[in-house]
Structure formats: C-alpha cells, structure tokens
C-alpha cells in the first residue's frame, strides 16, 4: 500500500478496519455511514442509491475526510456481522438469494449446468439486471408456467418464444413480469441479477417473487432516455453490498 500511495495515512486504515478475505459465493453487506475498501480481487458489487460517495484516502480522486468523519456511525462490530448467507430458492433450483436488511437491492446468484435442459428464472415485479461472467446460453422469454415443477414443452408455445444467445461479459436489462429461461448452456453458466424494490412491496415482505403473467410486449423498446436537468446533491453517505 506504501508502495502505491506513498505518503497517505490510509495505509494506516487496516489496523482499525475489518481485514475480511472472501470465498467465492460469499457475500457481505454494507450499510450507510460504513468505512470500507477493497485490496484486492474481483466482486460484484450492488450499489445503492446515494449522491456521492465520501473519498478519504489512497485514491486519486476528490477527498473530504470532514465530511466523511461526520457521517460515520464508528461500529465496533466482527466482521461476521457483515456477512449476507445466500439462500437456495426452492423453486427454482440453481437460483440462490442473497438478502440483506435493506429494501434498496437483492442479487440473485444463477448457475445453470449443461446438463440442465431448461433453468427457469423467478418472475419479478420489477425491472432488473443481470450480468453473465461464466458460460454460455441460450435467454428465452417463454408463455408459460416457469416454476421448476412445470417443465412440460406443451405449455410453451415455441412459435412466440423471443431467444437470444448470452454470453460472458453481456448485460441484460430485464423489464418486470418477464418469464425466462436458460436452455442450450455450451458450458457452466453463472450469472447475477440485481433489482430493487424502492418503489413497491415492502422489503420485510421475502415474498417478492410473483407467478405474475408478461404483460410487456416484446417489441416495445426495453427503455428510453429523457432529457433531465442536473441538480446538485447533498452530501450523503453511501450503501454498498457485494460478493
């Protein structure tokens, strides 16, 4: 660290922060007014909605360590406070949820084998994305039932299915009440999904996946931009969560 930012007193910081060396597949929540940093690897990181985030050591970028001071809440905690479990959606094998006690945002973690022939994804109410990091796969948006246990072809018909090939490194935005599947994976598939029920059901409420029918045409545009006037911001602390 002295190598890199010679002269910084945030290489101090690991002697009062957490040092917490993550799995893959682990996840860890955190909160506003919480100091944190990454050292080092690749995660997904879920940010929510915030101004600005506060800067107070080794980066390049603006600094105000007053402001930051202000709103830290100094937690003394272990870091197995912070950490999020993932939970297996029943329904929908090879789908796991990582929760945390903030409506702002949940993460699905999808994995799909080549031997699975269709891996159904939960039907949201609300608008979502989704990154693939591992593996390829054919997306449909199906009809019919997508529970784990309605797998029958007869259901779906094949003639109105919208299909695209994904693949490591795409995005897919995904509008609400969307019914998908991965079928045809050439190889390991893994892939998140982040959403956020700021506008919607409260998030004390786990039951946020809807058997809803697709409502959206698929021909309408996934999303528009508008012009917008830019206003300052507050300062305001952040919210993060990754794994």
Known sequence: ??????????????????????????????AAEEL????????????GCSNNTIRAAMTPKF?????????????????????VPAIPLADY??????????????LHRIRVAPSVQNAFLPVLDCTSIMVIVE???VLEEVDGPSSSGSKNQSSINLETLDRRTVSRGDI???PPGRRLRFTKCTSQ?????????????????????????ATISVKKPLFTIDDYVEKAFVVESEMDGFI
């Open 63 to 83: 600094i105000d360590r007053e402001a930051l001071c202000e709103v830290l809440n100094y937690r003394m905690t272990s870091p197995e406070y912070y950490l």
């Open 36 to 47: 944190h940093a990454y050292l080092s690897g690749e995660c997904v990181e879920c940010v």
């Open 135 to 137: 593996g390829s796969a």
């Open 172 to 174: 897919i935005y995904i």
């Open 93 to 106: 094998p090879g789908v796991e949820e990582y929760a945390p006690d903030c409506k702002d945002f949940q």
């Open 189 to 213: 598939l893994e892939a998140f999904r982040t959403y956020s029920f700021e506008i919607g059901p409260d998030h004390e409420n786990r039951k946020v996946i809807k058997e809803i029918p």
């Open 1 to 30: 660290m002295y190598d890199d930012f010679p002269g910084d007193v945030g290489i101090f910081s690991p002697l009062i922060l957490n040092h917490m060396i993550l799995k893959p597949g682990e996840c860890c929540y955190y």
